[in-house]
């Protein structure tokens, strides 16, 4: 049925899908559901990680007592390879300091810290040329996706120009556009969605373009079916250089069931495919790129406009004035005015970055909002489940609840007992950290916090073999 003439109704009697398993959560978006971005004052500060991506390191480019402007690149590769992405200013201002502070991943890494110059510096800045995404050629597109400083803005920080270029022998077909934004307390997708739509079709449009694939499906949770008008309005504005639609676009609703918006759940979900054991979701024959990831891919195209902002979810029961906001990047959210941003300290209990289930707890916000961060949650004592464990009763819940059909009670034994083969085999590369085993836990196990520990020590080991190995070949010369 073609997409102008389906119905709403439509939509929800007969196109709603979704994967197996998965746990009805409480949304907890009811605070900030609906509610516009809110564009929050310059702060006096800013905070920058260099370094973050899912790759090799970046260095600084700028040197303490420098002034920089909005937009202008303050830190890039420090050594040759693909897997980095530069960082830039997000606000004009004098370097004051570049040192290590806390990061939202619970580690001390490098920062630029920029002291704000007054003024309002939006049409002052050092963005890049305006580029054509449809004239120019793919090599270009590519490199000024990594120019931008773009990354996954959903995840893990992954550097979006090598998620669109897929190694040779992969064929993908179809691209999904990830709006589903399952996570209990985040409405900032919804929100980007909602005033962003055409930014959003149009970045979909450009990773069309450069991928070659022909399909692209806006996957949404049945919660967001309201923006489905819009949304369809703004696919069949969409028109190329040439004047023409670039491409098959269109909208999968799925269930509102927790992780619908994890990648390999989507990917089930909308296309009734699954990513093989072991597997990325090109083996499935599908890119899935986040939704704000894909307004920013526009944004660096017609504005020219780096990643510098970020637009995120702030609630929970700790914070007296819950919205969505958008801040420059590295705002620490206490140098925001009490006007703007309340929050009640005397309640504060949990402070998490990201949603309440993939998350990370954070013991302070003295953390800057890096490129990843979708939300700072500040829970009440009465939303948080008590962290003291127990012993495994086993009683399988974690087996029946698992969204990837894993065995985490076995995978945690093996980890428990030192056994990192063990726990590989068990599953443990297959895990996407959706946080359900644990919740679901009577004993309180923190299954997920052991698989992202356990993850980290088998790098570490897969790099220490690595270094050891070219040790021995360095020595044989
Ligand atoms: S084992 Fe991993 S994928 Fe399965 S429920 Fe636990 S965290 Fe989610
Ligand atoms: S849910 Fe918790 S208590 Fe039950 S088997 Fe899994 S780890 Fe053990």
Not at 32 to 42: H, L, M
Not at 207 to 224: F, H, L, P, W
Request: proline residues 7%; neutral net charge; hydrophobic residues 40%.
């Amino acid at each position: 049925m073609p997409l102008e003439t389906t119905s709403l109704f439509l939509y929800h009697e007969t196109m709603v899908s979704t994967f197996k398993r998965g746990l009805k959560l409480s949304t907890r978006k009811h605070a900030t559901e609906g509610k516009p971005v809110e564009t929050a004052p310059v702060p006096g500060q800013v905070v920058i990680p260099v370094n973050q991506h899912f790759g090799a390191p970046n260095k600084s480019l700028v040197q303490v007592g420098d002034r920089v402007k909005r937009g202008q690149k303050i830190a890039d590769a420090a050594g040759p390879g693909p897997m980095t992405v530069p960082v830039h200013a997000s606000i004009t201002g004098i370097v004051k300091k570049i040192e290590p502070r806390p990061q939202s991943n619970n580690t001390s890494g490098p920062c630029i810290i920029i002291e704000a110059e007054p003024g309002d510096h939006d049409d002052d800045n050092e963005y890049l040329p305006v580029l054509d995404p449809f004239t120019c050629t793919r090599e270009e597109a590519l490199a000024r996706i990594r120019e931008a400083g773009i990354t996954g803005m959903g995840g893990a920080g992954f550097p979006s120009h090598i998620k669109l270029s897929p190694p040779q022998g992969k064929t993908i077909d179809i691209i999904i556009a990830d709006g589903a934004e399952c996570e209990p307390y985040l409405t900032t997708d919804e929100a980007v969605m909602t005033e962003k739509p055409h930014l959003l079709v149009r970045g979909l449009s450009i990773v069309m373009k450069i991928t070659g694939v022909k399909k692209a499906i806006i996957g949404m949770e049945d919660n967001k079916a309201r923006l489905i008008p819009m949304i369809e309005r703004e696919i069949r504005l969409n028109k190329d250089a040439a004047g023409e639609n670039p491409g098959d676009i269109s909208i999968g609703l799925c269930k509102t069931l927790y992780p619908q918006g994890g990648e390999k759940m989507l990917i089930t979900a909308l296309t009734g495919r699954e990513v093989p054991s072991g597997g990325l979701p090109m083996d499935a024959g599908c890119i899935v790129q986040n939704a704000g990831t894909l307004v920013a891919i526009a944004e660096a195209f017609t504005l020219g406009k780096p990643l510098i902002d970020r637009d995120l979810t702030v609630s929970g029961g700790a914070c007296k004035t819950p919205k969505n906001i958008r801040v420059p990047i590295g705002t620490i959210l206490t140098d925001l005015p009490k006007e703007f941003m309340d929050l009640d300290m005397a309640k504060l209990r949990k402070i998490i970055f990201g949603g309440p289930m993939m998350g990370t707890a954070v013991s302070t916000l003295n953390i800057p909002i890096q490129k990843n961060t979708s939300g700072v949650i500040l829970m009440t004592m009465e939303e948080t489940l008590a962290d003291e464990e127990g012993p495994c009763i086993r009683c399988g819940r974690c087996i029946r609840n698992c969204s990837c059909r894993l065995s985490p009670v076995l995978m945690n034994m093996a980890l428990e007992a030192g056994d990192l083969d063990e726990a590989v085999r068990t599953g443990l590369l297959d895990c996407i950290e959706c946080g359900s085993c644990a919740y679901m836990c009577p004993a309180r196990i923190k299954l997920t916090q052991r698989f992202r520990v356990g993850k980290q020590r088998l790098r570490a080991r897969q790099a220490a073999a690595q270094q050891a190995a070219a040790q021995q070949a360095k020595a044989k010369v």
